[in-house]
């Protein structure tokens, strides 16, 4: 049930008069309220950014009802103020809530209402008020709430977008009948394409970190919306502000973890909205490869040529990543820069696994783009047999094998015969 709060002394019941606040004298605020709602105010923003939206209207409203019964005079500035900011929040909580499940527009505008009692020209509420009655179908009151926002704030463009819809509404179907959650979305959108109108202009002055940080800002604002409830708009400005930030921060190698964790994040964050987003999966497959997690990216670059076969940049990028891995394949052969070096037989199976992976890889794009992959099979096979040949050759030269264990370390004098052969026929 909605409360509204008391407006004057001759509304403080005389049921209330009888009790005995433990910080006060009978129906006083008590001395320790404006500390507790500004505890309530903390904690919903928490639970709120959690995704608990119904916990976080129980804290707004808990708070709230412990001071409702106290004549509003009695106040004053500073709780009043609280106050409304309270009252703004849960409605904008309930009108989120409000988009897949209707009946609830109800308590949001209950509480816009309390809010303009304490504040009859605070934009937010009229604004928020408007939006519950546009998702109720009141396109004449919802237009005349838009209407009063813009007379006080004649750049509100949120506002006037929300006016023409409802004029719009009232020209289609003048009694009022429409569809329901035609109001909240703009509301719901605007700040997080305010900061990612703001990414793209430092990312294009090529101020990447400060880019991350605005889109991710952008990405915040529409965190604390469950997933069910979010409309297509804003899944999909999240899932650009996600992919937006990951980008930047592949760009941001200077900082520790940017290019490779952080930006991971960033991208997973998108695929969790849009699992074949193919923008997110090849950005992520990036992290990966800067992190040298090869077979994650791999796996990611395949992923996005198997969506898009003419992607020449994933393409590239396997390209890139077979020749690192094989970089990062040397090292360990010479043994690397500290620490105990590779047993023989566990680099002649990595390299005997990398050279099987390509072969995966380039038979997967074979498929992929429709080729003969028989004819690909036989192609390796023949390039296989010369590599043997190639091998075997390298290693009956002592000279040649001296040349060898001086590139690969000691490490290569530790194979056999067919471990040498085996390993330089893959590699």
Same mark, same amino acid.
């Given at each position: 049930?909605?409360?509204?709060?008391?407006?004057?002394?001759?509304?403080?019941?005389?049921?209330?008069?009888?009790?005995?606040?433990?910080?006060?004298?009978?129906?006083?605020?008590?001395?320790?309220?404006?500390?507790?709602?500004?505890?309530?105010?903390?904690?919903?923003?928490?639970?709120?950014?959690?995704?608990?939206?119904?916990?976080?209207?129980?804290?707004?409203? +808990?708070?709230?009802?412990?001071?409702?019964?106290?004549?509003?005079? /009695?106040?004053?500035?500073?709780?009043?103020?609280?106050?409304?900011?309270?009252?703004?929040?849960?409605?904008?909580?309930?009108?989120?809530?409000?988009?897949?499940?209707?009946?609830?527009?109800?308590?949001?505008?209950?509480?816009?209402?309390?809010?303009?009692?304490?504040?009859?020209?605070?934009?937010?509420?009229?604004?928020?008020?408007?939006?519950?009655?546009?998702?109720?179908?009141?396109?004449?009151?919802?237009?005349?709430?838009?209407? /009063?926002?813009?007379?006080?704030?004649?750049?509100?463009?949120?506002?006037?977008?929300?006016?023409?819809?409802?004029?719009?509404?009232?020209?289609?179907?003048?009694?009022?009948?429409?569809?329901?959650?035609?109001?909240?979305?703009?509301?719901?959108?605007?700040?997080?394409?305010?900061?990612?109108?703001?990414?793209?202009?430092?990312?294009?002055?090529?101020?990447?970190?400060?880019?991350?940080?605005?889109?991710?800002?952008?990405?915040?604002?529409?965190?604390?919306?469950?997933?069910?409830?979010?409309?297509?708009?804003?899944?999909?400005?999240?899932?650009?502000?996600?992919?937006?930030?990951?980008?930047?921060?592949?760009?941001?190698?200077?900082?520790?973890?940017?290019?490779?964790?952080?930006?991971?994040?960033?991208?997973?964050?998108?695929?969790?909205?849009?699992?074949?987003?193919?923008?997110?999966?090849?950005?992520?497959?990036?992290?990966?490869?800067?992190?040298?997690?090869?077979?994650?990216?791999?796996?990611?670059?395949?992923?996005?040529?198997?969506?898009?076969?003419?992607?020449?940049?994933?393409?590239?990028?396997?390209?890139?990543?077979?020749?690192?891995?094989?970089?990062?394949?040397?090292?360990?052969?010479?043994?690397?820069?500290?620490?105990?070096?590779?047993?023989?037989?566990?680099?002649?199976?990595?390299?005997?696994?990398?050279?099987?992976?390509?072969?995966?890889?380039?038979?997967?794009?074979?498929?992929?783009?429709?080729?003969?992959?028989?004819?690909?099979?036989?192609?390796?096979?023949?390039?296989?047999?010369?590599?043997?040949?190639?091998?075997?050759? +390298?290693?009956?030269?002592?000279?040649?094998?001296?040349?060898?264990?001086?590139?690969?370390?000691?490490?290569?004098? /530790?194979?056999?015969?067919?471990?040498?052969?085996?390993?330089?026929?893959?590699?």
């Amino acid at each position: 049930e909605v409360l509204v709060p008391q407006v004057g002394a001759e509304n403080a019941s005389s049921e209330v008069g009888g009790k005995q606040d433990a910080k006060g004298s009978a129906g006083s605020l008590p001395s320790d309220a404006l500390p507790a709602l500004e505890a309530a105010k903390t904690e919903g923003s928490r639970l709120f950014q959690e995704g608990k939206l119904g916990d976080a209207v129980d804290v707004y409203e +808990q708070s709230l009802h412990a001071i409702e019964d106290i004549p509003v005079q /009695d106040w004053g500035a500073d709780v009043r103020r609280i106050a409304v900011a309270l009252y703004c929040n849960a409605a904008h909580i309930l009108l989120k809530c409000a988009v897949s499940d209707p009946p609830t527009s109800e308590r949001a505008l209950g509480m816009a209402e309390k809010a303009l009692a304490l504040d009859p020209t605070n934009v937010k509420a009229i604004f928020r008020r408007g939006c519950a009655h546009g998702l109720a179908r009141r396109w004449r009151a919802a237009a005349d709430d838009f209407a /009063d926002v813009l007379h006080a704030e004649p750049s509100n463009e949120a506002a006037r977008r929300e006016l023409q819809k409802m004029q719009s509404k009232l020209a289609e179907s003048p009694s009022e009948v429409g569809a329901v959650g035609v109001s909240y979305v703009e509301e719901e959108v605007a700040p997080a394409e305010a900061f990612k109108a703001e990414g793209t202009k430092l990312f294009q002055e090529g101020r990447f970190f400060d880019a991350y940080k605005a889109w991710k800002q952008g990405a915040d604002e529409l965190e604390g919306i469950p997933v069910e409830t979010l409309s297509e708009k804003a899944r999909k400005l999240k899932v650009a502000l996600c992919n937006n930030a990951a980008q930047a921060l592949l760009r941001c190698t200077e900082v520790e973890g940017a290019s490779t964790e952080r930006a991971r994040v960033m991208a997973q964050k998108a695929l969790a909205l849009d699992p074949g987003n193919v923008k997110s999966l090849f950005r992520r497959g990036c992290a990966y490869a800067n992190a040298e997690k090869w077979e994650l990216a791999s796996a990611d670059f395949t992923k996005v040529l198997e969506l898009e076969p003419g992607n020449e940049a994933a393409a590239r990028e396997l390209v890139r990543l077979e020749e690192s891995r094989s970089s990062s394949l040397a090292v360990a052969g010479r043994g690397g820069s500290g620490g105990s070096s590779p047993s023989a037989a566990s680099v002649v199976a990595a390299a005997k696994q990398a050279s099987e992976r390509l072969r995966r890889e380039v038979l997967s794009l074979a498929d992929a783009a429709s080729a003969d992959v028989a004819r690909w099979c036989q192609r390796f096979n023949k390039v296989q047999m010369q590599a043997s040949e190639w091998a075997r050759h +390298q290693i009956s030269d002592p000279d040649m094998v001296s040349d060898l264990a001086e590139v690969w370390g000691p490490v290569f004098n /530790d194979m056999d015969e067919k471990q040498k052969e085996d390993f330089l026929s893959s590699y």
